[in-house]
């Protein structure tokens, strides 16, 4: 028997719960603890693998200090859905990249950076660096 893949509405929010954390430099043992659970469950939920029920959701966006609406922002939606079943493709890459601490740091200290041709200048050694990385190349 195969485990059941999750939902891709309980997986985005997920990953929107555990980016807002991290974003909170708050660990998951610490929201379990808030929530009365335990880190383990805090990593389902983040997974996607277990949902995330409505009270426990409102719960959740009030510790993190975010409104519900936080959580789904950027989902997938019955739109995003062909016909089959399967999620078309959307810009959840972005949403991947922050919910990764390196994409968190990244995004942080990229927006401390206040003149814009230095901006311009590391996002230019950045596509250089991921052109040289590039198997295409």
């Known amino acids: 028997m195969t485990a059941k893949a999750p939902n891709p509405v309980d997986k985005y929010v997920g990953s929107r719960v555990r980016m807002r954390r991290i974003m909170l430099g708050m660990s998951q043992e610490k929201l379990g603890e808030a929530l009365d659970l335990t ?3 805090i990593q389902k ?3 996607g693998t277990n949902r995330i029920g409505a009270s426990r959701l409102q719960q959740i966006a009030d510790i993190l200090q975010v409104p519900v609406s ?3 922002e950027g989902g997938p939606t019955a739109s995003t859905h062909n016909h089959n079943g399967s ?3 959307s810009p959840a890459y972005v949403a991947d990249f ?3 601490s390196e994409g968190l740091a990244l995004t ?3 927006t401390r950076i206040s003149d814009p041709k230095l901006r311009r ?3 230019d050694l950045v596509e250089q ?3 040289r990385e590039s198997p295409d190349t």
């Open 39 to 41: 880190f383990q469950q």
């Open 45 to 47: 939920y983040e997974k």
């Open 70 to 72: 936080f959580l789904f």
């Open 87 to 89: 999620v078309a493709a």
């Open 98 to 100: 922050l919910a990764t």
């Open 108 to 110: 942080r200290a990229f």
């Open 121 to 123: 200048s590391v996002v």
């Open 129 to 131: 660096i991921a052109l």
